[in-house]
């Protein structure tokens, strides 16, 4: 028995849009210009498509539009870990460093270089 093999069905190349093309079509829905099943019809593309793309403009609009704190728009300076650290450390809630201890290790290491030149 020979076995015959059917062609492959090739899906159709997707057309891709640029953002200028996709603003566009959802301008002229939007000013109605154009009704959503033109814009469908005329870029050949699905219902949901189009659906998609108007939920993703109105989204941009929306974060565009909408007031900005410093909050927002700066990421924290400090981790938590350090912020916690730098706030218990104003409020005295913590030991200070033995500077004093620093500062003597630092002179005796700086003397026994000298002492081996």
């Given amino acids: ?44 593309v699905s219902y949901p498509v189009i659906q998609k793309w108007q939920t993703v403009a109105m989204e941009g609009m929306i974060q565009a539009l909408s007031p900005k704190t410093i909050a927002q728009e700066l990421p924290p300076a400090l981790s938590p870990r350090l912020g916690r650290m730098l706030e218990r450390r104003v409020n005295g809630q913590t030991k200070p460093a033995r500077d004093g201890h620093l500062d003597q290790r630092l002179k005796s290491i700086q003397k026994d270089g000298r002492n081996k030149r």
């Fill in 1 to 44: 028995m020979a076995t015959t093999s059917k062609p492959k069905k090739t899906r159709p190349e997707k057309k891709s849009y640029t953002t200028m093309e996709k603003s566009q079509a959802v301008l002229s829905i939007w000013s109605e210009r154009r009704t959503v099943m033109e814009v469908c019809g005329e870029l050949d």
